[in-house]
């Protein structure tokens, strides 16, 4: 082989690991029905539940079930959506990122802040 054809190679291998690594850390979000994305990227059927001035907005929010839910913070601190009970966690939120969460069965979901305790919101699915 010639030296050119080996570094064609190897670059080949190293981009196929990123993209491999890339898809395995989707599909460990997806499994947890969570996934961080920009409120722009967002379906058209998701939903938005902002997180500003230490509160939820709006609190509560109505949806059906199977609605996507993207907790987009658009305060100066950061903060979490966790569900009381533990059905779901978003995990930290910096301020300007936002992550997602699909409710698929109806009933009412109240959550909190896990940094914050004194946030509260409710989210109804019909």
């Known amino acids: 082989m010639t030296i050119g054809w080996v570094k064609w190679r190897r670059r080949i291998g190293l981009a196929m690991v990123a993209a491999l690594s890339a898809l395995a850390l989707a599909g460990l979000r997806a499994a947890a029905g969570q996934s961080a994305t920009s409120p722009a990227a967002t379906a058209s059927r998701a939903k938005i539940e ?14 059906p079930a199977g609605t996507r839910v993207v907790f987009s913070n658009t305060s100066r601190v950061t903060h979490t959506a966790t569900e009381n009970g533990g ?6 939120i910096r301020p300007g990122e936002s992550a997602a969460i699909t409710l698929r069965k109806p009933g009412t979901y109240v959550f909190h802040c896990e940094i ?6 409710k989210i109804i699915v019909r």
Do not use: A
Request: proline residues 12%; charged residues 20%.
């Open 50 to 63: 902002r997180i500003d001035h230490f509160e939820y907005q709006p609190t509560p929010l109505t949806i």
């Open 87 to 92: 059905g779901f966690d978003s995990g930290e």
């Open 116 to 121: 914050h305790p004194f946030m509260h919101g």
